[in-house]
């Protein structure tokens, strides 16, 4: 990932302060993330709610022929069928389509491009999103095909009064086919991810680390929750997984996402603090940027400047929405 603005670097020579209970000279990364966050080894795990109608098919290690399913809740029905196609050598692909149906009465119908598989993967989900609306919501999640990639997800919805129904994109993500949860018990589906953003930045694939990233639907439209008080133990929870098996090698890409998690948790100036005394300054993964905007091609037509790894995080950081705190 190239960053598209340079910035006059902030950090320059600044000495280390450590701060209480913060790492010391000889430390593994590992012992002083344990030390600093000893307070999270034993948070209970928040696995969420759901009671929600399903359906989880496709991805089967041998080639199967998909049947038709469908669920309903109340009024509203969500019904999973496929088109059929067949190449020139005969292989056989399926592209899935779900129609939603309300007092049997089609609504709407959304089908993909497919991920050109026999037996594709697709969820499918009827949950309550959108208490602004007098139905609950049908949740439609697609797989593109391709390594680490991706989950095509949409939430079919109604206006207002029930009289429209419309398909509001939430997004392509890490993974296969995901379905929403009620993340804090209060009702509400929520989708619990991890946030991409972090995904290849500094590091491998393998190699990134990634703070938890929540979405909702809120009056018809997708919007970022992660902030809100009621998912900090979800938040907790997900620091707690995150520092069980801390690197030895490629260290920048487990601490962006660790100093984003831990921003999210209000505790970003230990983490920073504990970046700067770890990461890792042989890496040159991530760290170079354009003078100016790069052009609608995502060239750069200025030139290329090579950051340090604590100035390149906190321009990632902040172009995601993190606030840095040093």
Request: some cysteine; hydrophobic content about 40%; proline content about 6%.
């Amino acid at each position: 990932m190239v960053l598209r603005r340079l910035r006059i670097p902030l950090l320059g020579l600044l000495g280390l302060v450590l701060l209480p209970g913060l790492a010391v000279a000889g430390q593994s990364l590992a012992e002083a993330v344990r030390q600093l966050d000893a307070k999270y080894l034993d948070v209970p795990e928040v696995a969420g709610i759901d009671n929600a109608p399903r359906i989880e098919a496709g991805g089967g290690e041998e080639a199967a022929e998909p049947m038709p399913q469908d669920i309903s809740q109340g009024p509203v029905k969500a019904a999973l069928t496929y088109v059929e196609s067949t190449d020139e050598d005969g292989s056989v692909t399926r592209n899935p389509v779900v129609t939603v149906f309300v007092d049997d009465r089609e609504v709407a119908k959304i089908e993909t491009d497919g991920s050109g598989q026999e037996d594709p993967p697709v969820s499918v989900q009827i949950a309550e999103l959108d208490p602004s609306n007098p139905h609950p919501e049908v949740v439609v999640s697609f797989f593109t095909g391709g390594a680490h990639c991706c989950s095509d997800t949409n939430v079919i919805l109604s206006n207002a009064d029930g009289t429209a129904w419309t398909a509001l994109e939430v997004g392509e993500f890490d993974g296969g086919p995901m379905l929403a949860v009620d993340l804090d018990g209060d009702g509400r589906y929520e989708f619990e991810i991890r946030d991409n953003a972090f995904l290849y930045t500094f590091a491998c694939y393998a190699c990134s680390e990634t703070p938890l990233e929540v979405l909702a639907v809120e009056n018809g439209a997708v919007k970022t929750v992660s902030g809100d008080p009621r998912f900090r133990p979800a938040h907790e929870a997900w620091l707690k997984n995150m520092i069980v098996d801390v690197p030895e090698d490629d260290v920048n890409g487990f601490l962006a996402g660790y100093v984003g998690e831990k921003i999210r948790l209000g505790e970003g100036k230990s983490a920073w603090e504990l970046m700067l005394a770890h990461y890792d300054k042989d890496s040159d993964w991530g760290l170079e940027t354009c003078d100016q905007d790069l052009d609608e091609n995502g060239q750069c037509l200025g030139k290329t400047v090579k950051l340090t790894f604590p100035d390149a995080l906190e321009l990632a950081l902040k172009e995601s929405g993190y606030n840095v705190e040093k």
